[in-house]
Protein backbone atom coordinates (compact mmCIF):
# COMPACT_ATOMS: atom_id res chain seq x y z
CA UNK A 1 0.00 0.00 0.00
CA UNK A 2 1.33 3.36 -0.51
CA UNK A 3 1.96 6.20 1.65
CA UNK A 4 -0.96 7.83 0.72
CA UNK A 5 -3.21 5.13 1.18
CA UNK A 6 -1.37 3.96 5.03
CA UNK A 7 -2.57 7.59 5.72
CA UNK A 8 -6.29 7.24 4.22
CA UNK A 9 -6.36 3.73 5.85
CA UNK A 10 -5.60 4.88 9.43
CA UNK A 11 -7.29 8.16 9.45
CA UNK A 12 -9.77 6.07 11.76
CA UNK A 13 -7.37 5.87 14.66
CA UNK A 14 -6.91 9.78 14.81
CA UNK A 15 -8.48 10.73 18.11
CA UNK A 16 -10.69 13.77 18.63
CA UNK A 17 -10.29 15.58 22.06
CA UNK A 18 -12.70 17.89 24.11
CA UNK A 19 -10.79 21.36 24.38
CA UNK A 20 -11.37 22.37 27.91
CA UNK A 21 -9.14 20.05 29.61
CA UNK A 22 -6.09 21.67 27.54
CA UNK A 23 -7.26 24.64 28.26
CA UNK A 24 -6.03 24.15 32.05
CA UNK A 25 -2.34 22.71 30.92
CA UNK A 26 -1.95 24.77 27.11
CA UNK A 27 -1.05 27.94 25.79
CA UNK A 28 -2.96 27.48 22.90
CA UNK A 29 -3.03 30.62 21.97
CA UNK A 30 0.81 31.47 21.73
CA UNK A 31 2.47 31.53 18.89
CA UNK A 32 5.07 28.21 18.11
CA UNK A 33 7.91 27.70 19.45
CA UNK A 34 9.76 26.85 16.19
CA UNK A 35 8.00 29.49 14.24
CA UNK A 36 4.74 30.08 12.15
CA UNK A 37 3.82 29.84 8.24
CA UNK A 38 1.38 31.23 5.92
CA UNK A 39 0.19 28.71 3.35
CA UNK A 40 -2.41 28.24 0.61
CA UNK A 41 -3.87 25.63 -0.76
CA UNK A 42 -1.55 24.59 -3.58
CA UNK A 43 1.44 25.87 -2.18
CA UNK A 44 5.29 24.50 -3.18
CA UNK A 45 7.48 23.11 -2.45
CA UNK A 46 5.30 20.76 -1.17
CA UNK A 47 5.83 19.23 2.18
CA UNK A 48 6.56 22.44 4.34
CA UNK A 49 9.35 20.86 6.44
CA UNK A 50 9.78 22.02 10.15
CA UNK A 51 13.05 20.73 12.39
CA UNK A 52 11.40 20.97 15.39
CA UNK A 53 12.51 19.54 19.22
CA UNK A 54 9.18 16.62 20.37
CA UNK A 55 8.23 16.34 23.44
CA UNK A 56 8.02 18.65 27.09
CA UNK A 57 6.41 18.21 30.70
CA UNK A 58 3.10 17.33 29.98
CA UNK A 59 1.75 14.12 30.13
CA UNK A 60 -0.95 14.14 27.47
CA UNK A 61 -2.29 11.39 29.19
CA UNK A 62 -3.26 12.63 32.23
CA UNK A 63 -5.68 15.11 30.17
CA UNK A 64 -7.54 12.52 27.67
CA UNK A 65 -7.30 8.61 28.13
CA UNK A 66 -6.91 8.23 24.44
CA UNK A 67 -3.84 10.05 23.89
CA UNK A 68 -0.61 9.25 24.38
CA UNK A 69 2.78 11.45 24.75
CA UNK A 70 4.34 14.32 26.61
CA UNK A 71 4.12 18.28 25.09
CA UNK A 72 5.58 20.98 25.88
CA UNK A 73 3.25 23.99 27.14
CA UNK A 74 3.30 26.26 23.71
CA UNK A 75 2.86 24.90 20.33
CA UNK A 76 5.83 23.50 18.57
CA UNK A 77 4.37 25.32 15.35
CA UNK A 78 1.77 27.49 14.33
CA UNK A 79 0.48 26.93 10.91
CA UNK A 80 -2.19 29.76 9.44
CA UNK A 81 -3.94 28.05 6.21
CA UNK A 82 -6.06 29.25 3.44
CA UNK A 83 -8.10 25.76 2.57
CA UNK A 84 -9.12 24.54 -1.33
CA UNK A 85 -10.25 21.43 -2.66
CA UNK A 86 -7.17 19.75 -1.18
CA UNK A 87 -6.41 17.87 2.01
CA UNK A 88 -4.70 18.43 4.86
CA UNK A 89 -1.97 15.99 5.97
CA UNK A 90 0.44 17.06 9.17
CA UNK A 91 2.94 14.31 10.28
CA UNK A 92 6.21 13.94 12.49
CA UNK A 93 9.25 12.03 10.82
CA UNK A 94 11.70 11.14 13.78
CA UNK A 95 14.18 8.37 14.77
CA UNK A 96 12.44 8.72 18.39
CA UNK A 97 8.70 7.30 18.85
CA UNK A 98 6.56 10.56 18.15
CA UNK A 99 3.13 11.75 18.96
CA UNK A 100 1.02 14.37 17.54
CA UNK A 101 -1.44 16.97 18.82
CA UNK A 102 -3.24 19.70 16.88
CA UNK A 103 -6.07 22.14 17.42
CA UNK A 104 -7.73 23.24 14.36
CA UNK A 105 -9.65 26.50 13.42
CA UNK A 106 -12.66 25.37 14.52
CA UNK A 107 -11.36 24.74 18.28
CA UNK A 108 -11.33 20.75 17.83
CA UNK A 109 -7.94 19.31 19.49
CA UNK A 110 -7.03 16.21 17.88
CA UNK A 111 -4.44 13.85 18.66
CA UNK A 112 -2.27 10.44 17.05
CA UNK A 113 0.31 8.34 17.95
CA UNK A 114 1.53 5.82 15.32
CA UNK A 115 -1.28 6.53 12.14
CA UNK A 116 2.34 6.94 9.76
CA UNK A 117 4.86 4.76 9.64
CA UNK A 118 7.76 3.72 11.79
CA UNK A 119 6.02 4.91 15.21
CA UNK A 120 5.12 8.38 13.44
CA UNK A 121 2.26 10.67 14.11
CA UNK A 122 -0.15 11.75 11.04
CA UNK A 123 -3.53 13.31 11.21
CA UNK A 124 -5.56 13.86 8.34
CA UNK A 125 -8.50 16.38 7.22
CA UNK A 126 -10.00 15.46 4.00
CA UNK A 127 -11.75 18.90 3.95
CA UNK A 128 -9.84 21.16 6.31
CA UNK A 129 -10.85 24.50 6.97
CA UNK A 130 -9.27 27.77 6.65
CA UNK A 131 -7.61 29.23 10.00
CA UNK A 132 -4.91 28.64 12.31
CA UNK A 133 -3.97 25.37 12.91
CA UNK A 134 -1.95 25.08 16.61
CA UNK A 135 0.63 22.15 16.16
CA UNK A 136 2.78 20.17 19.32
CA UNK A 137 4.59 17.64 18.57
CA UNK A 138 5.58 15.24 21.42
CA UNK A 139 7.19 12.02 22.53
CA UNK A 140 5.71 8.77 23.93
CA UNK A 141 7.03 7.21 26.69
CA UNK A 142 9.03 9.96 28.26
CA UNK A 143 9.42 13.76 28.35
CA UNK A 144 13.03 13.93 26.96
CA UNK A 145 13.58 16.39 24.36
CA UNK A 146 14.03 15.11 20.86
CA UNK A 147 14.59 16.37 17.33
CA UNK A 148 11.99 15.71 14.65
CA UNK A 149 10.87 16.88 11.66
CA UNK A 150 7.66 18.27 10.80
CA UNK A 151 5.75 18.22 7.69
CA UNK A 152 2.84 20.19 6.28
CA UNK A 153 1.79 18.87 2.98
CA UNK A 154 -1.53 18.71 0.47
CA UNK A 155 -0.47 14.69 -0.85
CA UNK A 156 0.22 12.62 1.51
CA UNK A 157 1.81 11.81 4.75
CA UNK A 158 5.59 11.44 5.46
CA UNK A 159 7.37 8.06 4.55
CA UNK A 160 9.54 6.74 6.24
CA UNK A 161 10.41 3.72 4.04
CA UNK A 162 11.38 4.49 0.20
CA UNK A 163 8.33 4.23 -1.97
CA UNK A 164 7.83 1.09 -4.73
CA UNK A 165 7.72 3.91 -7.10
CA UNK A 166 11.00 5.60 -6.01
CA UNK A 167 13.63 7.37 -8.29
CA UNK A 168 15.76 3.85 -9.82
CA UNK A 169 19.03 3.55 -9.62
CA UNK A 170 19.27 1.00 -11.74
CA UNK A 171 18.89 3.00 -14.66
CA UNK A 172 21.07 4.23 -17.24
CA UNK A 173 22.33 8.05 -15.67
CA UNK A 174 21.09 10.60 -18.25
CA UNK A 175 24.54 12.69 -18.11
CA UNK A 176 26.95 9.42 -17.82
CA UNK A 177 28.90 8.03 -15.54
CA UNK A 178 32.52 8.40 -14.29
CA UNK A 179 35.55 6.05 -12.98
CA UNK A 180 37.66 7.70 -10.36
CA UNK A 181 40.07 6.35 -8.13
CA UNK A 182 41.47 8.24 -4.70
CA UNK A 183 43.85 10.91 -5.89
CA UNK A 184 42.07 11.37 -9.14
CA UNK A 185 42.87 14.88 -10.61
CA UNK A 186 41.26 17.14 -11.90
CA UNK A 187 40.11 17.54 -8.56
CA UNK A 188 37.38 18.56 -8.77
CA UNK A 189 35.87 16.42 -11.24
CA UNK A 190 32.79 18.60 -12.41
CA UNK A 191 29.93 17.80 -14.79
CA UNK A 192 27.07 20.20 -16.21
CA UNK A 193 23.65 19.02 -15.18
CA UNK A 194 19.67 20.02 -15.53
CA UNK A 195 18.73 19.92 -12.07
CA UNK A 196 14.63 18.66 -10.91
CA UNK A 197 12.42 16.82 -11.75
CA UNK A 198 8.93 15.64 -11.85
CA UNK A 199 9.54 13.16 -9.00
CA UNK A 200 8.92 14.73 -5.05
CA UNK A 201 11.97 13.61 -2.99
CA UNK A 202 10.07 14.27 0.64
CA UNK A 203 9.48 10.79 0.22
CA UNK A 204 12.95 9.41 0.66
CA UNK A 205 13.91 10.10 4.17
CA UNK A 206 15.10 12.94 4.92
CA UNK A 207 15.07 14.42 1.27
CA UNK A 208 13.67 17.14 0.05
CA UNK A 209 13.47 18.52 -3.66
CA UNK A 210 12.80 17.64 -7.19
CA UNK A 211 14.46 15.28 -9.13
CA UNK A 212 14.01 12.94 -11.99
CA UNK A 213 13.42 8.86 -11.92
CA UNK A 214 16.88 7.99 -13.47
CA UNK A 215 19.86 8.94 -11.64
CA UNK A 216 21.44 12.28 -13.56
CA UNK A 217 25.06 10.94 -12.61
CA UNK A 218 26.94 8.13 -11.62
CA UNK A 219 30.67 7.65 -9.91
CA UNK A 220 32.16 4.44 -9.23
CA UNK A 221 34.70 5.18 -7.14
CA UNK A 222 37.78 2.72 -6.12
CA UNK A 223 38.83 3.83 -2.56
CA UNK A 224 42.78 4.61 -0.95
CA UNK A 225 44.11 4.37 1.70
CA UNK A 226 44.97 7.58 2.38
CA UNK A 227 42.35 8.92 4.68
CA UNK A 228 40.67 11.01 1.94
CA UNK A 229 37.00 11.93 1.95
CA UNK A 230 34.61 11.93 -1.17
CA UNK A 231 33.06 15.31 -1.68
CA UNK A 232 29.32 15.97 -3.62
CA UNK A 233 29.01 19.47 -4.27
CA UNK A 234 26.63 21.86 -6.11
CA UNK A 235 26.79 25.23 -7.83
CA UNK A 236 24.24 26.69 -9.54
CA UNK A 237 22.04 30.08 -9.50
CA UNK A 238 19.07 28.15 -7.91
CA UNK A 239 18.07 26.56 -5.01
CA UNK A 240 19.11 23.12 -5.65
CA UNK A 241 19.35 19.60 -3.59
CA UNK A 242 21.65 16.30 -3.69
CA UNK A 243 19.86 13.14 -3.51
CA UNK A 244 22.69 9.98 -3.44
CA UNK A 245 22.67 6.06 -3.60
CA UNK A 246 25.41 5.37 -2.07
CA UNK A 247 27.78 2.28 -2.54
CA UNK A 248 26.53 0.41 -0.01
CA UNK A 249 22.58 1.21 -0.69
CA UNK A 250 22.16 4.20 1.25
CA UNK A 251 19.83 7.16 0.54
CA UNK A 252 21.76 10.20 1.49
CA UNK A 253 20.46 14.04 1.36
CA UNK A 254 21.05 17.68 1.66
CA UNK A 255 19.67 20.84 1.09
CA UNK A 256 21.42 23.85 2.12
CA UNK A 257 25.00 22.77 3.52
CA UNK A 258 26.66 25.37 0.74
CA UNK A 259 24.64 28.34 0.46
CA UNK A 260 21.12 27.49 -1.32
CA UNK A 261 23.00 24.92 -2.60
CA UNK A 262 23.76 21.24 -1.68
CA UNK A 263 27.11 19.41 -0.61
CA UNK A 264 27.17 15.60 1.14
CA UNK A 265 30.14 14.65 2.30
CA UNK A 266 31.47 10.80 2.91
CA UNK A 267 34.20 10.90 5.35
CA UNK A 268 35.21 7.50 4.89
CA UNK A 269 34.09 6.40 1.47
CA UNK A 270 34.07 2.91 0.32
CA UNK A 271 34.32 1.66 -3.14
CA UNK A 272 31.63 1.02 -5.15
CA UNK A 273 28.60 2.72 -7.44
CA UNK A 274 27.37 6.19 -6.14
CA UNK A 275 23.92 7.73 -7.73
CA UNK A 276 23.89 10.87 -7.92
CA UNK A 277 20.54 12.79 -8.36
CA UNK A 278 20.56 17.30 -8.27
CA UNK A 279 17.13 18.36 -7.42
CA UNK A 280 15.23 21.85 -7.37
CA UNK A 281 13.93 22.77 -3.61
CA UNK A 282 10.58 24.14 -5.99
CA UNK A 283 8.55 22.20 -8.18
CA UNK A 284 9.01 23.51 -11.90
CA UNK A 285 11.47 23.51 -14.92
CA UNK A 286 14.96 22.11 -15.02
CA UNK A 287 17.65 24.75 -13.64
CA UNK A 288 21.63 24.76 -14.97
CA UNK A 289 24.22 23.65 -12.74
CA UNK A 290 27.26 22.19 -11.88
CA UNK A 291 28.27 18.66 -9.86
CA UNK A 292 31.38 19.10 -8.03
CA UNK A 293 33.17 16.04 -7.25
CA UNK A 294 36.32 16.30 -4.81
CA UNK A 295 38.61 15.16 -1.84
CA UNK A 296 39.64 18.45 -1.20
CA UNK A 297 37.98 19.44 2.43
CA UNK A 298 35.49 22.45 1.70
CA UNK A 299 36.56 23.26 5.49
CA UNK A 300 40.09 23.77 4.56
Not at 95 to 114: A, F, I
Not at 141 to 150: H, Q, R, V, Y
Not at 240 to 250: E, F, K, P, R, W
Request: hydrophobic letters at 35%; aromatic letters at 10%.
Amino acid sequence: MTSFGRVLAAAAAVTLMAAPAYAQHIQSGAQGTFGQVQLRSGFTPDPHVTSVNAGGPIDVSTVSDNCRGFIAERPSFTLRYRAGELPLYVGVVADDDTTLVVKGPNGQWMCDDDSGDNLNPVISWEHPRSGRYQIWVGRFGTSDLAPASLYISEVSGPANEVPADAPDFSLDPAYGAVELTSGFMPDPHSVAISAGGPYNAYQIPECVGFIATAPDYRVNFTAGTNGLPLIFSVQSEADTTLVINDAQGNWVCNDDSNGLNPAVRFDTPVSGQYDVWVGTYSEGATQPSTLNVSEIDMAH
